[in-house]
């Protein structure tokens, strides 16, 4: 049973960062993408940052040049730095995994559509 683990998540100060980490379990299969997503409060669910099986990279408008994704495939898990954070920054992050078929990092980051999803992890910036 596939199992989606993010971790990494708390209150930050604005300007500072914070790591989120998501570990993939009971999955032995060929991962096609990773992302990661936020939810905040009485919005939907949008794409942050997303990697595929090669390293390509993509990334949402509002976080690009502040936001790393990356990965670790022997740990089947994906991990997303987070600096220079912003007030508006604070969200859910939930991670996904694209395990049935292809879709590109920026399908993924425009359409937020994973086979596979988190729990979420629960990030608060300060100011």
């Known amino acids: 049973n596939v199992q989606l683990v993010e971790s990494g998540g708390g209150s930050v100060e604005a300007g500072g960062s914070l790591i989120l980490a998501c570990t993939a379990t009971?999955?032995?299969?060929?991962?096609?993408?990773m992302g990661w997503f936020r939810q905040g409060p009485g919005r939907e669910r949008a794409g942050v940052a997303a990697i595929d099986s090669d390293g390509n990279e993509v990334y949402a408008d509002s976080v690009r040049g502040r936001f790393t994704i990356s990965q670790d495939n022997a740990k089947n898990t994906v991990f997303l730095q987070m600096n220079k954070v912003k007030p508006e920054d604070a969200a859910t992050y939930i991670c996904g995994a694209d395990l049935g078929a292809y879709r590109a990092p920026a399908v993924v980051v425009k359409t937020a559509v994973m086979d596979w999803w988190g729990k979420g992890t629960l990030v608060t910036i300060s100011s």
């Open positions: 009971g999955y032995t299969g060929h991962k096609y993408s």
